[in-house]
């Protein structure tokens, strides 16, 4: 008895490198003489559409959306207290972009809450601010698709947070 595919078209799922896409087909292709079954997944913020060969899925870290359980401990992270440590920025700064390149929301949730500044400190890199809304759009992505909103109402709910904490 062959076994249920894992990604169907129509699911959302999360490419750690690329964040939410979402399946628009699996089919099989020939390619340079072989024959592989690709998972089509386009992800509309970048407007790119990404083929991944079924039996390479779990390698590459693609996965089905977080549970509604792991986002609200994505946001339970966010009220946290930030640690920074006090290491030169560009060693922080690798750990925060593997953080976010890992595609775990808890993970990426730190990185958000460590780098969220109040608006009124001007003390902010042009590259933490860059990394803080990667992040933070990231975060933003896989909520609205969990909780079956749009980007932006998700972003407004983490600033929400953020700002309470």
């Known amino acids: 008895m062959p076994k249920a595919p894992l990604f169907k078209a129509g ?3 999360v490419y750690p490198t690329h964040g939410v ?3 628009m087909d699996v089919l099989k292709q020939e390619i340079a003489g072989h ?3 690709l998972i089509v997944i386009t992800f509309e913020r970048d407007r790119m559409t990404l083929r991944v060969p079924v039996e390479k899925a779990a390698t590459s870290g693609l996965r089905k959306l977080s549970s509604r359980k792991i986002m609200e401990e994505a946001m ?3 009220k946290g207290r930030a640690r920074v440590k006090r290491t030169m920025w560009s060693r922080r700064a690798q750990e925060y972009e593997a953080k976010i390149n890992s595609g775990d929301p808890v993970s990426i949730a730190e990185v958000v809450r460590d780098l969220h ?3 009124g400190q001007p ?3 042009f590259s933490e601010r860059q990394i803080y809304e ?3 759009d990231r975060l933003a992505s896989e909520l609205a698709a969990v909780d079956k909103t749009d980007v932006d109402a998700a972003t407004e709910k983490l600033e929400k ?4 904490a």
């Open 161 to 164: 947070v953020l700002k309470a």
């Open 11 to 13: 699911d959302f799922v």
């Open 123 to 125: 003390d902010q890199s």
């Open 134 to 136: 990667a992040a933070r």
């Open 21 to 23: 896409g979402k399946v």
């Open 35 to 37: 024959k592989l079954e």
């Open 76 to 78: 339970t992270t966010l």
């Open 117 to 119: 500044r109040n608006v």
